[in-house]
C-alpha cells in the first residue's frame, strides 16, 4: 500500500505562464515529482523487506534513498503551494495585503527585503549541480534564515521548516531558460504567492517549542 501520494496541481498547466511554460508544469509535476513519490514508497516496500530478512547491510543505503526520495516529495509539494499566476503573485510582501508578520520578520532576520531577495537569488542560482534555494524558519533562534539544499538534504539546519522553496534542478526550467538559471530564477519573484508563505511561516512558528524540550 503507497503511504505517499502525488498532490494535486492547485492550478492548471498554464496558470504560470509565461514565467513557467505549461509544458515544464507538465512534465515537472506529473513525471519528476511522481518519481520521488515511487521512489519513496518503493523505498518503504524495500527497507521492511531488508528489516524482515535481517539483511541489515542494505539499510543504510535504503535510508540514504528514503531521504533523498521523501525530502524531493516534500519539497516539490511546498514548490507547488509557494507558487501563484503572475497577476496575483510577486512583488513584496506588504502589510495590506494581509502578510504583515512574514514582510516583519523578513526585514527583522534580513535588514530589508531587497536584502533578502538578493541573498536567496544567490543561494538558488549558485547550488553546485540540483539543488534548492529555501527561505527557512529557524525555531531556535526565532528568525528566517537562507539555506542552499543539494540534491534534496543536504546544508540544512536541524528542525528548521521551509516556507518558501525555489526549484534550481535543471528539470525546472531548462527547456524554456536552457542554462541561464539565474534568469529562470530572477522570472520565479513574479510568481511567488506571498499569502502562502505567511500561512507556512504562521504554522512553523507555532510548533517551535517541540525541538527542545525541557526535562
Known amino acids: 500500500m503507497s503511504v505517499y501520494t502525488l498532490p494535486e496541481l492547485p492550478y492548471?498547466?498554464?496558470?504560470?505562464?509565461?514565467?513557467?511554460?505549461?509544458?515544464?508544469?507538465?512534465?515537472?509535476?506529473?513525471?519528476?515529482?511522481?518519481?520521488?513519490?515511487?521512489?519513496?514508497?518503493?523505498t518503504l516496500e524495500q527497507l521492511a523487506e531488508a528489516r524482515d530478512k535481517d539483511a541489515w547491510g542494505s539499510v543504510n543505503g535504503l535510508e540514504k534513498s528514503l531521504a533523498f526520495h521523501l525530502s524531493g516529495h516534500i519539497l516539490h509539494s511546498i514548490y507547488w503551494q509557494n507558487m501563484t499566476g503572475p497577476k496575483d503573485g510577486g512583488?513584496?510582501?506588504?502589510?495590506?495585503?494581509?502578510?504583515?508578520?512574514?514582510?516583519d520578520a523578513i526585514k527583522e532576520?534580513?535588514?530589508?527585503?531587497?536584502?533578502?531577495?538578493?541573498q536567496l537569488t544567490k543561494a538558488s542560482a549558485t547550488t553546485q549541480g540540483s539543488g534548492w534555494g529555501v527561505l527557512a524558519y529557524e525555531p531556535l533562534s526565532g528568525r528566517l534564515i537562507v539555506e542552499q539544499i543539494y540534491d534534496h538534504q543536504g546544508n540544512v539546519g536541524q528542525g528548521s521548516t521551509p516556507v518558501l522553496v525555489f526549484d534550481a534542478w535543471e528539470h525546472?526550467?531548462?527547456?524554456?531558460?536552457?542554462n541561464q538559471k539565474v534568469d529562470f530564477i530572477e522570472a520565479m519573484w513574479q510568481v511567488v504567492n506571498w499569502q502562502d508563505v505567511a500561512r507556512r511561516y504562521t504554522a512553523a512558528k507555532s510548533r517551535a517549542d517541540v525541538l527542545l524540550l525541557a526535562p
Open 91 to 103: 512583488g513584496e510582501p506588504l502589510e495590506r495585503d494581509g502578510v504583515g508578520e512574514l514582510a
Open 12 to 42: 492548471d498547466y498554464a496558470a504560470l505562464a509565461p514565467v513557467i511554460s505549461p509544458e515544464i508544469i507538465e512534465l515537472h509535476h506529473d513525471k519528476h515529482h511522481a518519481a520521488y513519490v515511487k521512489g519513496a514508497n518503493d
Open 172 to 178: 525546472a526550467f531548462y527547456l524554456q531558460y536552457k
Open 109 to 118: 532576520s534580513f535588514g530589508s527585503f531587497a536584502a533578502f531577495k538578493a
